[in-house]
């Protein structure tokens, strides 16, 4: 995708995505169905197991919704396409581990596209903010999934004042995994892919599923639904390869061969 707002490369089994569109990185409807299209690619190849998300340049991730666009005509109610916003946050059936890079400013849609990563690894001089209320509009996803990220009180600060914040502290209240410094972002995130994609593909879809439906459930009707088996993915590891590899890998006291099946 040379000519695209978004760039992807295979390396190994790690997938790597970039948000690459000048100046800002923002989203517009076409950017966003590509993104869409691009993370269906990611989720229904077998060969493939981490994605890896970034954006391009060292100032901006994402400043979410392109305000030019909006003023062009494009209401922010319309077709985002498969995923929703950013093609990443309403994709249904991921269930492969997404790791988010964050290199600059995230701010709006882009903080609530980071968000949806499973791992976020943060540049050190990257900001943060939610300034929707500043212009009378609201954060919808963040409004949902940030007082369930980080405590409730600050979550309600960030939401309320739309006031910006840094790395440092977004990884004192735990909205980030870690920060390091700009020049190692890629490096870090590679590293953590790569021991990813070295793992139980099969089981990490079990946990993202599990996961994300127990999120509402009950704690013993989320787990009596996994002692049955009743989630699909639960279902397809136990009756794996795999799971008879892991086994067998222990007894022999060797490495496992993992091959998501």
Known sequence: MTDSPIKTARRGQVFEVTLD??????????????????FTEF?????LRVALLTGAGEKFFCPGWDLKAAAGGEAVDG????GGFGGLQELRGLNKPVIVAINGIACGGGLELALSGD???????ATFALPEIRSGTV???????????????IAMELLLTGRWFDAGEAARWGLVNKVVPAASLMDEARKTADLIASGPPLVYAAIKEVVREAENMKFQDALNKITKSQFET???LYRSEDQKEGARAFAEKRDPVWKGR
């Open 21 to 38: 569109r000048p100046k800002a990185n923002a989203i517009d409807f076409a950017t966003s169905r590509i993104m869409g299209e691009v």
């Open 43 to 47: 989720r229904d190849d077998p060969d």
């Open 79 to 82: 077709d985002y396409g498969v």
């Open 119 to 125: 791992i976020l690894i943060a540049a050190d001089h």
């Open 139 to 153: 954060a919808d996803a963040a409004s949902i999934k940030l007082p369930k990220r980080i405590p409730y009180h």
């Open 234 to 236: 639960v279902e397809k």
